[in-house]
């Protein structure tokens, strides 16, 4: 039987090759021309990013000469001895990140919370707080209204400065509100209702375990949006052992650029430090954004391509 087998095998005629389809002329030229369009973009983008890389280890001569382009040159570690020497930067690592994490956790929390109810057709109201909200994004009350609210709350030299405002982005909120209503099938919440699960069930067992594209897209928009930010600490903080990182390079290289003067080699040399500051503080500003973006990275397309449809 075996040997039958193999011999009808053998004695089959060869499958015909498949022959490979010829594209057109006119699509190999658009293909040609998107590529080229493309990498032009990627390195308008990438480039920029590379070079404050290699500035930053490259000496502060062949920078300001013009020698470095595509790899560093002269390397020197100056830059990052001279930010890593003060214990100030550590104390804003500390309080950047006490802060990200406490403002990134309630703003998710605050967010999706809210979303789930905009998103739910029976809920009171629910045009009034869509148009409340919505006003938001197009009108405040600016500056001093906004520090004289903080103020009254007793927020003003306290950790909950930096955190409590601007919890909410609206922006955030409908994007939320758009994935629940294109992603979560009415068909779960009616299941899980007929099996006796309340609303707070609903929403800790069901809901938010299938929402885990939104979640990362609003945690990595927070946590970036919160790492950046300096601008509440320089209003709202005064003791600088609460300054976030960002506002603690700021001083450092505002200390560096006004520190430059008098004569001779000693201006000079202060002129070199103070441009290789600038580098180095965007790589230490700048790496744990790249250290979490990876983790999060697979779930982003998906989360703001369904966030964003349309209602």
């Keep these: ?11 089959s005629p060869p499958k015909p090759a498949r022959k490979k389809v010829k ?26 990013l590379w ?11 062949a920078v300001l000469v013009g020698k470095v382009f595509i790899i560093p040159v002269d390397i020197d570690f100056a830059g990052y001895e001279k930010v890593f020497e003060r214990s100030d930067i550590w104390i804003g690592y500390a309080n950047t990140i006490w802060y990200t994490v406490a403002y990134t956790s309630l703003s998710v929390l605050f967010t999706l919370t809210g979303a789930w109810a905009l998103s739910r057709k029976n809920l009171p109201l629910r045009k009034f707080w869509m148009i409340f909200f919505t006003i938001t994004m197009f009108f405040g009350g600016g500056l001093i ?14 950790a909950w400065a930096i955190i409590l405002p601007g919890t909410v982005s609206a922006w955030n909120l409908f994007m939320a509100k758009t994935f629940f209503q294109t992603g979560v099938p009415d068909t779960i919440v009616e299941a899980a209702e007929l099996d006796g699960a309340n609303r707070a069930r609903l929403f800790v067992s069901i809901i938010l375990p299938i929402s885990a ?8 928009y927070y946590a970036i949006g919160q790492w950046n930010s300096y601008f509440n600490a320089m209003i709202f903080l005064s003791d600088q052992n609460m300054y976030p990182l960002q506002l603690v390079l700021k001083e450092i290289l505002t200390a560096s650029e006004s520190s430059v003067g008098g004569s001779g080699e000693t201006m000079l040399e202060q002129f070199r430090l103070a441009n290789q500051l600038k580098y180095v503080t965007v790589i230490v500003s700048s790496l744990p954004v790249f250290i979490l973006y990876p983790f999060v990275q697979k779930f982003f397309a998906q989360g703001v391509l369904v966030g964003s449809l349309k209602d």
């Design 145 to 158: 209204p906004f520090y004289n609210i903080v103020s009254d709350l007793g927020m003003v030299d306290t």
């Design 23 to 48: 594209e057109p002329l006119g699509d190999r030229i658009y293909y040609i021309i998107t590529y080229i369009i493309l990498g032009f973009l990627a390195a308008i983008v990438i480039y920029p």
């Design 51 to 61: 070079f404050v890389i290699i500035a930053s280890f490259s000496s502060a001569d």
């Design 1 to 11: 039987m075996e040997e039958t087998i193999k011999n009808e095998v053998q004695s």
């Design 213 to 220: 594209p939104i979640i990362a897209v609003l945690t990595l």
